[in-house]
C-alpha cells in the first residue's frame, strides 16, 4: 500500500464528464489498496473568466475581494469530485484550502505557503476516506482566504505531499509529460522521461504553463520527486527529480516562451548613484517580481532603464513609479506589452561554449529581432517581439536538434 497524491488540472475536471473519468482513475487506485489524496484546479476556463468579470466590474480589483472570488472556482470542483467518488461507492470527503490547514502569509493572489496542519487529513485517511482538497487556496493567520498564484493547484499537491510524506506524486494534466517544447506549439517536441528540478524550475520560471514554477521550487527545497502524466491515458510520464542520469552531450534540454511578460523602459534618468535603487526598491516593495534588467551607459547625465514584468502587474508598475519618477528628475516610463521571453535551458550548458552562438545564428536567419538578453549557467533567454514567438521556438527547437533527443 502507497500514499499517492494525485493533482487534476483543469481541462482534466473540465467538465462532468472528465469529473467522473477522475473518479474512475482514483477508484481504480483505492482497490489496488492505495491511500489517495487528491488535489483539484477549478474547471479549465473558470479561473480567466472570474479574472474577466472582477475587471468588469473594476479597473483595479482590490486583491483580497480577488481571492475571495477565485477560490470559488476549486470549491465547485472538490464538491463534484467528491459526488462523483460517492457515485462510484467510494468513501470520499472535500475539504477547502482552509479546511486542509494550508496556512500562507497575507500576499494576496500570490501568497506563499507558511505551513500545513494536516491533522484533519490525516484522520479521514485513517478512516478510510479518499480526501479531496481545492488546489490554488489557503487560508492566512487572521483568517483571510488566499491564493497561490496562477497554476498553483501544482505547489498544494507537491507541499500536501512534502507535508503528509507521500510515496508518490503525480500531477496529472493534458498532455503526457514535460516535453522539449510546448507540444501544442513545436509539432515535433519530444516527451523527457526524466528531467532535474533545476532543469524543470528554469523551464517553469521561462514559461512552460505544464508546472507552476513555485511548486518546482519547493519540491526541489523538500525533495518531493514528482511525476507529470496524462489523465487522458496511462502512459508513464516524465519524472521530475533531483539527478537524472542522461549524456553529457545533451547541451539543451528545452525551449520555453513566456508571453505574459512585459516591457518598461523608464527614460532620462538622472544618471547617479541610488537612481536605480530607488526604482527597484519601490517595485519591490508593491511586490512586482522583476526579471531581465539593462541598463545603458548614461550619456549627458542620464540614463535608460529597461526590464521586464509580469504582464499582470502593469497597472501597479505605473501607479508605483509615478511618484518616483518625480524624484529621479523627470525621468518617463514607458510600457511595452508587444513582447515576448523566448528561453533555452539545459544543465549541459555550463560546460559548452557557443550555445548563444547558435541561438542567435538561428533567429537571425529567421528574421526574429532580439531586443533583450540575459544568461545563467543554465539558461540563455532573449526578448523578442510577440508575433514571432511560436516560429522562433520552432526554430531555437530545430537549431539545437531537439528533435532527436
Ligand atoms: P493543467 O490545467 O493540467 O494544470 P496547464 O494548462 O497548466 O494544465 O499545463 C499543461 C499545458 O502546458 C499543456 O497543455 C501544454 O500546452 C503546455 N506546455 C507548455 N510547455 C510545455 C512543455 N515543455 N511540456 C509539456 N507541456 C507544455
Ligand atoms: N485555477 C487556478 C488557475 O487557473 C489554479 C490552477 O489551475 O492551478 O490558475
Ligand atoms: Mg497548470
Not at 482534466?12 to 483505492?30: H, L, M, P, Q
Not at 463534484?80 to 502569509?105: E, F, K, N, R, W
Not at 512534502?162 to 517544447?181: N, Q, S
Amino acid at each position: 500500500m502507497a500514499r499517492i497524491v494525485q493533482k487534476y488540472g483543469g481541462t482534466s475536471v473540465g467538465d462532468v464528464e472528465r469529473i467522473k473519468k477522475v473518479a474512475a482513475r482514483i477508484k481504480g487506485y483505492r482497490e489496488d489498496g492505495h491511500e489517495v489524496v487528491v488535489v483539484v484546479s477549478a474547471r479549465s476556463g473558470v479561473t480567466n473568466e472570474l479574472i474577466a468579470r472582477a475587471k468588469a466590474v473594476c479597473d483595479n480589483p482590490d486583491e483580497r475581494e480577488m481571492d475571495q472570488l477565485l477560490a470559488v472556482g476549486e470549491q465547485e470542483t472538490i464538491a463534484l469530485t467528491a459526488m462523483a467518488l460517492h457515485g462510484v461507492g467510494v468513501p470520499a470527503i472535500s475539504y477547502t484550502g482552509a479546511q486542509a490547514g494550508i496556512v500562507t502569509d497575507s500576499v494576496h493572489t500570490k501568497a506563499k505557503i507558511q505551513g500545513i496542519d494536516a491533522k484533519s487529513i490525516e484522520a479521514d485517511l485513517q478512516a478510510g476516506k479518499v480526501v479531496i482538497v481545492a488546489g490554488f487556496q489557503g487560508i492566512t493567520a487572521d483568517g483571510r482566504i488566499s491564493t497561490l498564484g496562477r497554476g498553483g493547484s501544482d505547489l498544494t499537491a507537491i507541499a500536501l505531499a512534502g507535508a503528509l510524506k507521500a510515496d508518490k506524486c503525480e500531477i496529472y494534466t493534458d498532455v503526457d509529460g514535460v516535453y522539449t517544447a510546448d507540444p501544442r506549439v513545436v509539432k515535433d517536441a519530444k516527451k523527457l522521461e526524466e528531467i532535474s528540478y533545476d532543469e524543470m524550475l528554469e523551464l517553469a520560471s521561462s514559461g512552460s504553463k505544464v508546472m507552476q514554477s513555485r511548486s518546482v521550487e519547493f519540491a526541489h527545497k523538500y525533495d518531493v520527486v514528482f511525476e507529470v502524466r496524462s489523465s487522458f491515458n496511462y502512459n508513464p510520464g516524465t519524472i521530475v527529480k533531483k539527478e537524472v542520469a542522461y549524456m553529457e552531450k545533451v547541451v539543451v534540454r528545452g525551449v520555453a516562451v513566456d508571453k505574459d511578460q512585459a516591457k518598461v523602459v523608464v527614460s532620462n534618468i538622472v544618471d547617479q548613484p541610488g537612481s536605480a535603487a530607488k526604482v527597484f526598491t519601490a517595485l519591490a516593495e508593491a511586490s512586482v517580481i522583476v526579471d531581465m534588467i539593462v541598463q545603458n551607459v548614461g550619456r549627458n547625465g542620464v540614463a535608460n532603464l529597461t526590464f521586464t514584468v509580469p504582464l499582470t502587474d502593469t497597472h501597479k508598475v505605473e501607479k508605483t513609479l509615478a511618484p518616483v519618477l518625480a524624484v529621479l528628475g523627470g525621468a518617463q516610463v514607458a510600457i511595452h506589452d508587444n513582447i515576448a521571453k523566448l528561453s533555452v535551458v539545459g544543465v549541459g550548458m555550463k560546460t559548452h561554449s557557443g550555445v548563444a552562438a547558435t541561438l542567435f545564428t538561428a533567429l537571425a536567419a529567421a528574421g526574429v529581432n532580439i531586443e533583450l538578453i540575459s544568461t545563467s549557467e543554465i539558461k540563455i533567454s532573449v526578448i523578442i517581439d510577440k508575433s514571432k514567438a511560436d516560429e522562433a521556438a520552432r526554430v531555437a527547437h530545430k537549431a539545437f536538434a531537439l528533435e532527436t533527443l
